[in-house]
């Protein structure tokens, strides 16, 4: 990768389950730095959240594009 290339996992969370006990949770997108497109999907699930997007490029690039997944998912 060149430098300040990284893979970013751009995941959507939407709610919590209140049958679990957890208090209730303000939808968002978030960003995060992977080490490899492989280990992404389950990133996002354990982050409570669904894959939306692997970005390849800088953190510029990568909040890019979770500002496009976030007026998509969000409607804002």
């Given at each position: 990768?060149n430098?300040?290339?990284q893979?970013w996992?751009?995941?959507?969370?939407?709610?919590?389950?209140?049958?679990?006990?957890?208090?209730?949770?303000?939808?968002?997108?978030?960003?995060?730095?992977?080490s490899?497109?492989s280990?992404?999907?389950?990133?996002?699930?354990?982050?409570?959240?669904?894959?939306?997007?692997?970005?390849?490029?800088?953190?510029?690039?990568?909040?890019?594009?979770?500002?496009?997944?976030?007026?998509?998912v969000?409607?804002?």
């Open positions: 990768m430098g300040g290339s893979f996992m751009i995941y959507f969370v939407a709610f919590a389950d209140p049958s679990d006990g957890q208090e209730p949770l303000e939808p968002f997108v978030g960003k995060e730095v992977i490899s497109p280990e992404a999907e389950l990133s996002a699930f354990l982050r409570g959240g669904y894959l939306a997007e692997i970005v390849c490029g800088s953190e510029s690039d990568a909040e890019n594009a979770r500002r496009a997944v976030e007026a998509e969000l409607r804002r």
